[in-house]
């Protein structure tokens, strides 16, 4: 079976210069990927009549499918419809369907059209629009020697409503599509290389179709196992017998698999064993609890967060006796145990998070330097606590934090 | 004068996949633009040997600086440093110095090396080995025909440490480097097209030496004027003779400037007035107090946060009166109000914050959707009350409503 390749080409000055990240190529190959189409490259050009027409004619060479984002705004640095309309060689025309809907995308907001704006109904001649219902830069559809061309706006909500809609619906009506598995085994707690030892015998007797990655972020490694056949139930199998083999070494850093996040695997177990949360956040300033309550449904376990930012409020709020915060610092095993405490009393919880640390990157002492983090966790009838020694970087230290916290409840909930 | 042209090349199986975001190639483009080198590409290619070689080929007929990030771990998938010494046509050698440096680096840390990571110290014999100091990966700088290459580590905080102590460094010692200036307005709390509506007549007036860009993102519109030149300092005086003569138009929706956010600039206008905030976060969960604590800094002027994400918190702990939340719903001015009234008592701080709303995707009511948002900012003297109407999506939801918030809290500290 022929593998069906795409590329993405992401237009604009501004991703060149680093002033916004691209997060739409990264979105388009997920979707892509989940459909056993092979995305072979991702291509950044500025707001440059040369060096698009140049990536455009280099990605038509290699690939059955280009994806195109940005460059469609209403404003005069936007070159990507005129430069399509020359390379596929057809003039700009009105529209009447696009010029209607830009028309109504304004009228409905109750707001007045501009020139600018109308102008964006003018299309192609030789592209199919399709519409954006979210936004006034149409999708444009080109065809062309067999290869499929597809334009979508920058803006991601924009782009991920019109590869929705029209592109992933579409695409296996072009082409037969092959099986591509993917699993994903979620780990914490251990580096890459430490994990990469108690597997290594395992990884090198994986068979041929089934393929292993580590993937490191911040706190975690990932081991992804990609599986190529035919059948996507006997590539699944395959691969959870392989998971299976590897488990029984690894299982106590196993958070989860797939889109599971830290988060959501908290969650989980959360909900199963009908318990709840509560955090005081000195030095993670808020994150955790951000990080819990982006997870729909959290309201049924979580109960709340302080972020007492001085003393005196972990003190009058948390009960954090004065003793303690004089005798052994904000930032102490002792603190951070009283934190957790007050926290799960004052919200009634299961469980009572807490943090305290020097995040810089100023801040640090010698006995205390810049990094040093402590965390607690308490519930019915324990305490555990755990010192951290982090980075110089102040928002590193902070999502490290996170992960750190979030594990030691992972394994409370599991252990306790 | 020439125009020193940067390629960036991004290796994994993980980009392609979008498993993993590339932040490195963002932050490269930020770093090399500040020096007046220009990004001209950005590619993104698999754990592929054909499709490496390739990326290499094309970038080096293009480009003088070459970056390439990732593929250089210690396990079996990571293939950029054995393609180095194919395309450099060399053998990969022990190196006495980076075998010496990662065993180091395991010492440090009390940590037994492996055959793996032993295995990194040995390097292409025609690069230049760059010491890693915070990981076991070492930077590899190859020069050819006149171009530069260097090959990093995918860990973003290893391959930041080594453009900032190598790369950027050695940069202007290789090339005369053109002068261009980037200044950035930042506005919030106006759309593009509206904005470019406002200022049609001054943009199209620009003189040819400066280019104008409208940069829109979650609830902001950044406008980049970007100057080109000999002499830095005039390039900056006709910027800001620029500048100068648009903000009268725009000046209540201009934040700030350049690498300023909105978090820095009420950072700034919260340190000038001596005033300190105070937040009570229901449906943003923390979001806004991370924002605020993010900035090194911030306990001079945030007094601390509350998340109460049941009623009968924001009773016990915030004071707002139950006949409140029973005649009004916890999403509703009239909470919000006491919300904002009771943290900034609880905290004693002058500006109180609050947010209440229905992030999603589930708890919309005909009368209150999804997205429904109630935002207050109390301070001495005065309340300030507003509703949002946002999206469906729960994580855009606490993002705007978090811009809402802040961009509520500037206005009020600038006219209250």
């Not at 590329?7 to 979105?27: C, M, R």
């Not at 809609?165 to 092959?178: C, G, Q």
């Not at 083999?245 to 850093?253: A, D, F, G, S």
């Not at 695997?265 to 955790?288: D, F, H, M, P």
């Amino acid at each position: 079976m022929k593998v069906v390749r795409a590329e993405i080409i992401a237009i604009g000055d501004e991703l060149l210069y680093g002033q916004i990240v691209d997060t739409n190529s990264h979105w388009i190959s997920q979707e892509l990927d989940l459909m056993g189409v092979k995305v072979v490259r991702k291509t950044t050009v500025g707001d440059d009549r040369k060096d698009i027409l140049a990536a455009f004619a280099s990605a038509e060479a290699r690939a059955d499918i280009i994806l195109i984002t940005g460059g469609l705004g209403p404003t005069q640095d936007d070159l990507t419809k005129p430069l399509l309309a020359e390379y596929f060689d057809c003039p700009i025309v009105e529209h009447t369907a696009a010029v209607e809907a830009v028309t109504e995308f304004f009228r409905k907001r109750g707001r007045e059209i501009t020139p600018l704006n109308i102008l964006q109904g003018h299309l192609p001649a030789c592209c199919t629009y399709v519409p954006n219902e979210v936004g006034t830069a149409p999708g444009m559809w080109f065809e062309r020697n067999g290869n499929y061309w597809m334009s979508m706006p920058g803006v991601p909500h924009e782009m991920k409503k019109l590869m929705r809609n029209f592109v992933l619906p579409k695409l296996p009506t072009l082409f037969s599509l092959p099986v591509i598995v993917h699993r994903m085994v979620k780990t914490v707690g251990i580096g890459e290389s430490w994990l990469a030892d108690l597997i290594r015998d395992w990884e090198n007797a994986l068979p041929k179709t089934i393929r292993l990655a580590y993937l490191p972020s911040l706190g975690h490694v990932k081991l992804r196992l990609t599986g190529f056949g035919t059948d996507k139930t006997t590539i699944e199998n395959a691969i959870q017998k392989q998971i299976d083999m590897v488990l029984p070494r690894i299982e106590k850093y196993v958070y989860g698999y797939d889109s599971e996040s830290l988060e959501t695997a908290i969650a989980k177990l959360l909900t199963t064993n009908k318990k709840t949360v509560a955090l005081a956040e000195s030095c993670t300033g808020g994150y955790i609890s951000h990080l819990i309550t982006g997870i729909s449904g959290s309201s049924s376990y979580f109960q709340g967060a302080v972020v007492p930012y001085h003393n005196r409020f972990k003190n009058e709020i948390l009960h954090v006796k004065n003793d303690t915060l004089n005798s052994f610092g904000a930032v102490s095993e002792e603190t951070v145990r009283e934190m957790a405490t007050g926290v799960r009393g004052l919200f009634q919880a299961d469980f009572g998070l807490a943090s305290s640390g020097i995040a810089g990157p100023t801040g640090g002492t010698a006995e205390k330097p810049v990094g040093t983090v402590w965390i607690s966790c308490v519930g019915e009838g324990f305490v555990e606590t755990k010192k951290l020694q982090l980075t110089q970087d102040r928002i590193l230290n902070i999502q490290l934090t996170a992960v750190a916290v979030l594990n030691l409840l992972r394994i409370c909930i599991l252990e306790k």
